[in-house]
């Protein structure tokens, strides 16, 4: 158990919906990191929030959009959900910034869209 | 763009064989490389490498990098079947304050008993 916890664990919605998961990071990280991993594309960087700001994206399409609340917990939207979109979504936290803190991973949410 | 290429893409052995997992890369501003193992769910980390040279090892897990030639590997001694699992590397580049993570595709590797 890394101490990131996501929820919901499985999502099943319609094109078209909007959809929001949660990640709460280990107590004292202030990063947290979202990812999307599908079968054919791998694990592939969303974007970066470090202690309430934003602080890199990644290949983030305009339907996302996240934030990070003062309580450090993060909240990933996705609207206007495609087929295309089904994938598992992690997210993981860090302490801080350096290149020394690794990242912890949640368990992830899968998400599914028909 | 930044770029990470694993090889081989898959692996089957058997129980007790050696593995060596390969990682390339290729970016600007390099802070870090890592491995992680895949089981079911989440990544969960084996070892970050920043410097060349230096073997990180544990139990029957090792890993190196070589930043002159762009590369890491992971080695895997004695392996048993619960090694079976995708192992992914990635690396941390940071360019202008903006830390990210580019993972390769992974390797899956495949323990027979």
């Known amino acids: 158990d890394s101490g990131v916890t996501q929820t919901p664990k499985h999502l099943i919605t319609a094109t078209g919906q909007r959809v929001t998961l949660r990640c709460s990071p280990r107590?004292?990280?202030?990063?947290v990191y979202w990812y999307q991993q599908s079968l054919d594309q791998g694990l592939q960087f969303l974007i970066h929030y470090y202690n309430g700001e934003e602080r890199a994206k990644g290949n983030i399409l305009e339907r996302f959009s996240a934030q990070q609340f003062p309580d450090l917990h993060s909240e990933l939207n996705l609207s206007s959900l495609e087929l295309g979109d089904s994938a598992l979504y992690f997210c993981?936290?860090?302490?801080?910034?350096?290149?020394?803190?690794?990242?912890?991973f949640g368990p992830g949410t899968r998400l599914t869209v028909l | 763009e930044d770029k990470v290429v694993q090889s081989p893409l898959s692996l089957v052995v058997h129980e007790g064989d050696t593995v060596t997992l390969n990682c390339s890369y290729e970016v600007t501003n390099f802070r870090s490389l890592l491995w992680y193992k895949q089981e079911k769910k989440a990544p969960t980390f084996l070892f970050m490498l920043t410097s060349s040279g230096i073997e990180k090892k544990s139990g029957r897990l090792s890993s190196i990098l070589d930043k002159k030639e762009l590369f890491s590997i992971l080695n895997i001694t004695a392996t048993q079947t619960g090694d079976s699992a995708i192992y992914l590397c990635?690396?941390?580049?940071?360019?202008?304050?903006?830390?990210?993570?580019?993972f390769g595709t992974g390797t899956r590797l495949t323990i027979i008993p």
């Open positions: 993981a936290s860090r302490v801080g910034l350096a290149a020394y803190n690794e990242q912890f």
């Open positions: 107590s004292g990280d202030l990063s």
């Open positions: 990635a690396v941390e580049a940071a360019n202008f304050g903006n830390e990210k993570l580019t």
